[in-house]
């Protein structure tokens, strides 16, 4: 066997490898759902404008409690300003919540973990 041909095989494997390798990367990257919220189950949408299904209190222990346990809000005592600061900034670190529900949410501490 020539050194040419031989170059060549091992140039051609080295593509192959590559052209897999490539191929897999982006089979990765497209077949993955990790864009999804880690807080809300796979089952539950929120729509931003649907009316909320749910009372406060209902809210307050399914959409809270994710990531903290409620208790950390009833132990609290806010008025309803400070209730709506408190829950645009767990919005922000991904509580999922529509604005009907925020809304129901923040009458709904405000009323019952009031100063």
Not at 9 to 24: D, K, N, S
Not at 87 to 96: L, N, P
């Amino acid at each position: 066997m020539s050194r040419f041909s031989r170059n060549r095989i091992v140039l051609q494997v080295v593509v192959f490898i590559v052209v897999g390798l490539l191929l897999m990367a982006l089979l990765v990257a497209c077949g993955s759902s990790s864009s999804e919220p880690t807080q809300v189950p796979s089952s539950e949408t929120v729509s931003p404008t649907a009316a909320p299904a749910v009372d406060g209190a209902t809210l307050l222990e399914t959409r809270c409690s994710v990531c903290h346990s409620a208790d950390r809000a009833t132990q609290a005592s806010k008025t309803a300003g400070e209730w709506e600061q408190t829950v645009d900034r767990m919005i922000g670190k991904g509580a999922q919540l529509t604005d009907a529900e925020k809304a129901v949410l923040v009458q709904y501490l405000a009323e019952n973990y009031g100063p």
